[in-house]
């Protein structure tokens, strides 16, 4: 299938771009010679766009140029080389999708140098988004025809799951800021949705109508149910003010480790104590900490 290959840098500089791939070389492709201009390449083996910062790709207005390079060509190594034709700053950030953090699965896709910390998606780092991970409540369970089922290598109870994303975000911000149950969890099943064809999924005292969910997928909608519990209690709340108060209430524990950091944010999520403090905030507190202003 096709590999994304996604790198910004700063509006300032200009990257020129050579391509070594399975199937040949390819380039070096200069970058575009004002912030107003793009390229597109395409070959057997990838289609190259670089856009400058003024170029809107993707809704993105962040002031920086892009290098986005769909792969579509064999197996294999490929080598994304960057000479430096104007550098300001020199910095990049880049990422690869779909990928895998764990090196010991062989046929993951992923950086061989250039390695740093973090694989959280775009879409979760706006300034105001609540991220949380996911972490493993259960690996076991009975099927609604009493099989015995299992899910494992996906990381042992109270860990975190193994695919969920880690910070920081490219402007060095945490990125995550706590982690909820989410592998695997018991909820509710649609009887028309996709996951109730499949058996194996429903639970043995659900009636067909309680099944597994896994992924951060199942943990976001649990700390979304949370976050409508804080503004049923205080409606007065901001965005700002819940993040706090989710960050500030979160429970470590071993797995954890210490807090803050970027794969479990603040720690696990706990409910009672995110609502006792959007219970005890006092009405002029205009920036969460819990004091009057």
């Known amino acids: 299938g096709t590999m994304r290959f996604d790198l910004w840098d700063g509006g300032n500089d200009r990257l020129d771009v050579s391509i070594q791939t399975p199937l040949g070389n390819f380039g070096p492709y200069i970058s575009p010679a004002t912030n107003a201009g793009a390229d597109f390449q395409?070959?057997?083996?990838?289609?190259?766009?670089?856009?400058?910062?003024?170029q809107v790709f993707y809704g993105a207005q962040n002031g920086k140029r892009e290098i986005f390079i769909q792969i579509t060509g064999p197996v294999g190594n490929y080598t994304v080389q960057l000479s430096g034709a104007t550098i300001a700053n020199g910095r990049f950030d880049a990422t690869i999708n779909p990928s895998s953090i764990s090196q010991a699965v062989a046929s993951s896709n992923?950086?061989?140098?250039?390695?740093?910390?973090?694989?959280?998606?775009?879409?979760?780092?706006?300034?105001?988004?609540i991220c949380p991970g996911d972490y493993v409540i259960r690996t076991n369970w009975i099927d609604i025809d009493g099989i015995p089922r299992?899910?494992?290598?996906?990381?042992?109870?109270?860990?975190?799951?193994?695919?969920?994303?880690?910070?920081?975000?490219?402007?060095?911000?945490?990125?995550?800021?706590?982690?909820?149950?989410?592998?695997?969890?018991?909820?509710?099943?649609?009887?028309?949705?996709?996951?109730?064809?499949?058996?194996?999924?429903?639970?043995?005292?659900?009636?067909?109508?309680?099944?597994r969910a896994s992924a951060v997928s199942a943990a976001a909608p649990q700390v979304t149910g949370l976050i409508a519990l804080m503004l049923e209690k205080n409606p007065r709340l901001n965005a700002a003010q819940v993040k706090s108060m989710l960050q500030r209430s979160a429970r470590q524990d071993a797995s954890t480790g210490a807090v803050p950091n970027g794969t479990w944010g603040y720690g696990k999520m706990d409910s009672y104590n995110a609502v006792a403090l959007a219970v005890k905030r006092p009405v002029f507190d205009f920036d969460g900490d819990a004091k009057t202003d």
Do not use: E, M
Request: aromatic letters at 18%; a neutral charge; charged letters at 10%.
């Open 42 to 54: 395409t070959t057997a083996a990838f289609n190259y766009y670089h856009k400058g910062s003024s």
């Open 110 to 129: 992923r950086f061989l140098n250039f390695v740093v910390p973090g694989s959280i998606w775009d879409g979760a780092t706006s300034l105001y988004n």
């Open 150 to 211: 299992s899910n494992t290598g996906q990381g042992s109870i109270g860990n975190i799951w193994t695919g969920s994303s880690t910070g920081p975000t490219f402007d060095g911000r945490l990125g995550v800021d706590l982690a909820a149950p989410g592998d695997s969890v018991f909820t509710v099943y649609n009887p028309t949705s996709y996951f109730n064809t499949f058996r194996f999924n429903k639970i043995q005292d659900g009636n067909g109508f309680y099944g």
